[in-house]
């Protein structure tokens, strides 16, 4: 009972950390959305002097043409810099809030085991797996953290660092050689493009926000396409019954339990050829993954630094993973689904 009431206690510390740093995280957030306010009537004064520029060439310079347009590309480079991090935050944010309901329901589920009747041997999950579910989610969080501010550092923000040096050497070239210039400033519109991406992939991968809007096939599809053109594999995905919208804290689940299984066929068992398949019914969904590749391990560490097993678990789900004859491997996943209420406007 001693290791049950620690583990409570314990669960209860996580809590009030999570609160202070999503109270923080909230402060941040209000301040990233007004300086992406101002940042967008910045680059819209520069957008309204660079039309000015260009409307009457005679009396303006090609050199205040110049600065006006320079002035403009920063102001849109910082702006998508800027919402970039919103987005991070805003990502971040939910990813707090669905750790922290995590959780609180761990935790009373330990209440009700202390409070309930003491069960025969085996047959309830005793203080270990409390304690191990703890740990998966805090290493969870912490992974997270770490891969937000590796992809960050690697993409976007070198990206950007890129994009100013490279309008500085326009800049240099344009008074030398015009031609030279141009074709930097073209190489720099097509950076800033990538980088425009690289930052809506980004953020897609931390929370898809298509998911709130339009539910879980959609998402998925378009969650597949990203991987083919990024992987160069076969996914097929199809979606039978009458699909609709669930809970949201069930959507997401789903979508990281889709998500998670997909990279393990692609990155741990090398597969090059994938289906996935939905079958919705009444008060069920099946998801079915069958791929080529080697055989993944039964229950190993996801991406996410959860395991299947608890990915199921989360659903209260039931799975089975097993070798075909033909040599694929076969994933099929059993949730009960509710539909989500709706809402009366």
Do not use: C
Not at 23 to 34: G, Y
Not at 35 to 40: F, P, S, T
Not at 289 to 300: F, I, K, N, T, Y
């Amino acid at each position: 009972m001693t290791a049950v009431q620690d583990l409570v206690h314990g669960f209860s510390g996580e809590q009030e950390r999570l609160l202070v740093e999503i109270r923080e995280l909230d402060l941040l957030i209000e301040s990233t959305k007004t300086e992406v306010d101002r940042l967008k009537a910045r680059e819209e004064q520069a957008r309204s002097r660079l039309d000015e520029a260009r409307a009457d060439p005679t009396r303006v310079s090609p050199e205040d043409v110049f600065a006006a347009s320079d002035e403009h590309s920063t102001a849109i480079a910082r702006r998508l810099t800027m919402e970039g991090q919103l987005g991070q935050l805003q990502a971040k944010r939910k990813l707090l809030d669905r750790v922290r309901a995590l959780i609180h329901g761990a935790q009373q589920q330990l209440v009700e085991q202390a409070n309930a009747p003491a069960q025969a041997e085996g047959t309830a999950a005793g203080p270990a797996d409390g304690s191990r579910l703890l740990k998966a989610v805090v290493e969870t969080q912490e992974e997270e953290r770490r891969r937000i501010a590796r992809a960050v550092h690697d993409g976007p923000a070198q990206a950007m660092a890129n994009v100013v040096l490279q309008s500085e050497i326009s800049e240099r070239l344009y008074d030398v050689d015009r031609d030279r210039s141009r074709a930097e400033l073209a190489a720099l519109r097509q950076m800033v493009n990538k980088t425009l991406q690289e930052l809506r992939s980004f953020i897609f991968e931390l929370r898809p926000m298509i998911l709130d809007d339009l539910g879980i096939v959609p998402t998925l599809r378009r969650y597949v396409q990203t991987l083919i053109d990024k992987h160069k594999v076969r996914i097929d995905l199809s979606s039978t019954g009458r699909d609709h919208r669930l809970q949201a804290e069930d959507e997401i689940a789903i979508f990281r339990l889709v998500q998670d299984a997909l990279l393990e066929r692609i990155e741990k068992a090398q597969a090059k050829q994938i289906a996935v398949a939905l079958e919705w019914k009444e008060s069920s969904l099946e998801i079915s993954l069958q791929s080529d590749g080697r055989e993944p391990a039964a229950d190993g560490e996801l991406a996410s630094g959860l395991r299947l097993s608890e990915r199921v678990a989360l659903l209260q789900g039931q799975a089975e993973q097993a070798s075909r004859p033909d040599g694929s491997v076969m994933l099929q996943v059993v949730v009960p689904i509710e539909a989500a209420p709706a809402v009366i406007s």
